[in-house]
């Protein structure tokens, strides 16, 4: 296995625990990704917070991004 | 709190939208992703695509938020054992993501960020990230459900 296959690997086994996860929470309406998230933006303070990192990761993104691209 | 207890229902918002109007509404963002996804970075044009929508969705979701300021009911808050696995997806992603950052070359360890550049080499894939951009925030502070 390549390094490059290894990564991408290490990625996707990632994605596929926090999909099995969220599935095994759905169904027993436990804690799922979305209320887990909404807990933790929580009250103003920390929404402002995440709102924050928000914009900055779609300026960082579009704004600011370096992909060529038409136009 | 037991670990894996049911949590109480969070139920859907009991208003629906009209679906001629979020037809609309759906074309409308299909066509300002399209139109900003076609802008230069670093340029006036592409800082008040991105502004504006942030701007939207930072009033929107600042405004009248009293009633998320309300602690989520205890059964919808994370105990050690169903919020640890989170923890522990997130914790993994940012280590594998700092390990392969570290590493080099960046073709053969890609990070999270030189794959979305990659997607963003053509102007379909840029709209469609700036899609899930908006997406998200839309998701994350604005839209109103019921709350557990």
Redesign the interface.
């Known amino acids: 296995m390549s390094q490059r296959a290894l990564t991408l690997a290490g990625y996707a086994a990632i994605a596929s625990g926090a999909v099995v996860y969220q599935s095994v929470t759905w169904v027993r309406h436990s804690l799922t990704l979305g209320r887990f998230v909404r807990w933790l933006i929580w009250g103003r303070a920390r929404r402002v917070l995440f709102l924050l990192g928000w914009a900055w990761l779609g300026w960082h993104l579009f704004a600011r991004g370096n992909a060529t691209f038409p136009g | 709190m037991s670990a894996?207890?049911?949590?109480a229902?969070?139920g859907r918002a009991q208003r629906r939208a009209h679906p001629i109007r979020s037809a609309v509404a759906v074309a409308a963002c299909g066509v300002y992703c399209w139109a900003?996804?076609?802008?230069?970075?670093?340029t006036v044009p592409?800082?008040v695509?991105?502004?504006l929508p942030?701007a939207v969705?930072?009033v929107l979701?600042?405004w009248g938020?009293g009633d998320?300021?309300v602690?989520?009911a205890a059964e919808?808050?994370?105990?050690l054992r169903?919020?640890a696995?989170?923890v522990a997806?997130f914790g993994?992603?940012a280590a594998?993501e700092a390990l392969?950052y570290v590493s080099s070359p960046r073709?053969?360890?890609?990070t999270?960020s030189s794959m979305?550049?990659?997607a963003?080499?053509?102007?379909a894939g840029?709209a469609a990230?700036?899609a899930i951009?908006l997406l998200?925030?839309w998701g994350?502070?604005v839209r109103h459900e019921a709350?557990?």
């Open positions: 894996h207890r049911p949590l229902p969070t900003t996804a076609g802008l230069r970075p670093f592409i800082d695509g991105v502004a942030a969705v930072g979701a600042l938020s998320r300021d602690p989520p919808n808050q994370p105990t169903n919020g696995p989170w997806v993994l992603l594998w392969a073709r053969n360890h890609p999270l979305a550049n990659t963003m080499g053509t102007h840029r990230l700036f951009w998200l925030g994350l502070f709350r557990g």
